[in-house]
């Protein structure tokens, strides 16, 4: 099989007589471009990996002097054949040592047959990602097949989602990159299922809706950090609620029922006579409740003093207080 010249400067858009740094801004110009996780056209991998190639050879200056050595009389298409000694002499190719990375070379991508018949096909190097938006690496990384980044976002929901569990729809900013490599913030909607009986700092995982995978690559997951939104009667501990409720000075005393409020609705809790202020008492089963956890509502008691007397009142409270011989502040030791 005959093999075709490749005119590397032809590939990139160079003058023979660029620079090496005309060169590498050129290459990341175009790596940019035709980056698979970038651009979704057909031949985008094709082009990129023709244009990785030329880099690898005009990007080199070992290799750039090797290339020149053919001269500028050959043309793209044509058909070549390595002159005479060549093909004794190897060269290392792959990722460039500045190119920070975690791609094995055994991984990359196949060059040319016409870069083989110059350089050889042995010899890699390890290392060297690409990034769309760092583009200038080792120009064959593994993006034919690499596992797209997960990405975390916070969401918050109320106390009454977290505890019934809901459908909810979230909208959530994510970045998206052109086929010019810019970076554009849009609006997407999820319709998350919030499991019934979350708890704040929950993490719920959407499976494929993290970062892009780069060719062939699975896409990464999304993860929601859940946060739930204060309340104005219920405080959350863990899986556990807590809730104040006040009482008289006689319900605390001689006790009594006392309605409390739960998520689902009223509840009835039975004071013992000498119910203190303060006092917390457990509803079994009435915070959040799921295959993970079983909180409970904890009852807080606040003894409530009344601000006004009528003359009844003020008649048995200073009764009570002639016959009482309870004294909070005597020595209980």
Not at 233 to 248: I, M, Q, R, S, Y
Request: glycine residues 12%.
């Amino acid at each position: 099989m005959s093999v075709k010249f490749k005119d590397y400067y032809e590939v990139l858009g160079v003058a023979r007589t660029a620079g090496a740094d005309d060169i590498r801004k050129q290459y990341r110009k175009l790596a940019r471009k035709y980056h698979p996780d970038v651009n979704k056209r057909s031949d985008a991998e094709a082009r990129f990996k023709e244009i990785a190639e030329a880099y690898e050879v005009l990007g080199d200056a070992e290799k750039r002097k090797r290339y020149d050595q053919l001269g500028a009389n050959y043309h793209a298409g044509q058909d070549f054949a390595p002159p005479p000694g060549w093909q004794q002499m190897r060269y290392e190719y792959g990722a460039r040592p500045e190119s920070p990375g975690d791609y094995a070379a055994e991984e990359q991508g196949d060059f040319s047959d016409f870069f083989e018949s110059l350089f050889g096909g042995a010899g890699f190097r390890s290392g060297g990602g690409f990034r769309p938006d760092q583009a200038g690496g080792g120009p064959f990384q593994n993006f034919r097949k690499r596992r797209g980044e997960d990405h975390e976002a916070t969401v918050t929901i109320a106390l009454e989602e977290a505890f019934h569990g809901v459908k909810k729809p979230i909208h959530l900013q994510v970045a998206r990159m052109d086929e010019q490599g810019r970076v554009h913030r849009e609006s997407k909607q999820y319709n998350v299922q919030i499991p019934r009986g979350t708890t704040d700092g929950a993490r719920i995982r959407l499976a494929g809706q993290g970062g892009q995978g780069v060719g062939a690559g699975a896409a990464g997951d999304l993860f929601l950090l859940v946060k739930i939104a204060p309340h104005p009667v219920f405080h959350l501990v863990g899986a556990d609620l807590e809730v104040t409720v006040p009482a008289t000075p006689w319900e605390a005393a001689l006790g009594a029922k006392v309605p409390v409020p739960t998520m689902t609705g009223q509840a009835i809790l039975a004071l013992p006579a000498g119910t203190q202020n303060g006092q917390r008492m457990r509803l079994r089963g009435k915070g959040l409740v799921s295959e993970r956890n079983h909180g409970d509502l904890i009852v807080i008691i606040q003894v409530a003093v009344p601000r006004h007397l009528n003359e009844k009142e003020k008649s048995l409270f200073t009764e009570l207080a002639r016959v009482s011989t309870f004294n909070p502040r005597a020595d209980k030791t």
